[in-house]
């Protein structure tokens, strides 16, 4: 193996072949991937973390902030109703 990475001996070649198959590989990976993500969203199924607040949630805070309150005071009554951080702020 001692010229394999030559970059102007018969190694060029090999490795240009080796680097053509990953890219190969790789775009079919991707088109997988892409494939298995339409497959999920025509399911109504959507990737990633659930949101922790609510439109409800949002709508009451934006609405107070509106209001003139003050966010201090708003984050002081907040809860996050969903997901691991399911807590009122303290």
């Known amino acids: 193996m001692g010229h394999i990475l030559d970059p102007v001996g018969p190694g060029q070649m090999l490795f240009a072949f080796f680097a053509a ?9 991707r088109e997988a991937t892409l494939e298995g993500l339409d497959a ?3 399911k109504g199924k959507h990737g990633g973390r659930p949101s922790a607040i609510t439109d409800d949630v949002l709508h009451t ?3 107070r902030r509106a209001a003139g309150e003050r966010v201090e005071d708003i984050r002081t009554d907040l809860i996050i109703p969903t997901g691991r951080r399911k807590r009122a702020f303290e």
């Open 21 to 29: 198959m990953a890219e190969i590989e790789r775009e079919a990976i």
């Open 61 to 63: 805070v934006l609405r």
């Open 40 to 42: 999920a969203a025509r």
